[in-house]
């Protein structure tokens, strides 16, 4: 068996199996097929996506699950789910939130649907573009804001990857604009990925 940490960070993943493990192991297993749905509509939405380190996006969707369950120790069937299908409707034209709902329920559309970005209006404005997605964010669900600081942890520690074509930028506005939310939150666990993504970007700036 490959060692992971012998495997460069943006190249790490998570395999079905691996999946399969932990949720038999320690998640809810009368809903592992409804997970195991989403790694596949996931996988296959983010199948030809490469990011601009050159690894596969599904990669980064993996590893933002793999951050949920096992450094926060969270195995929430819903938030897993829409762990993996956060960015689904961003990079779909075929899925909408309706078919979210028939497949996974309202609750994993809903928080599915509050953490896509207009992609399109973001090329031409993205600083507003994001300070909306922002405020949205700041009225949503805890799992919302979990799944989107996960996500953010994960591209903090690719920069190093030349993941980010402005790192500088992509730092700052996760200090200033997404941290706060985490910080006034009594959430634990939001306290935790606020904690970590800070510790990364001070080991990034100096």
Known sequence: MID??????????????????????????IHINRIIDAYDMARSVHASQVRNDNTPFFDHTARTVRIIMDELGLYDTDLITAAFLHDVLEDSSNITRDVLEYNFGSYVAYVVETLTKDLAKAKTDPDNIDLQYVSRLKKSSHDCILI?????????????????????VYLANTLERYLPIADASNNPRLHTLAAMIRQEANTLLG
Do not use: M, W
Request: a positive charge; charged letters at 30%; proline letters at 6%.
């Open 4 to 29: 992971p940490s012998h495997i460069p960070y943006n190249r790490r993943s998570l395999s079905q199996a691996e999946l399969e493990e932990r949720i038999q192991t320690y998640g809810d297993q």
């Open 148 to 168: 989107k600081l996960a996500a953010r942890l994960d591209n903090v520690r690719c920069i190093t990857f030349n993941l980010k074509r402005n790192p500088v």
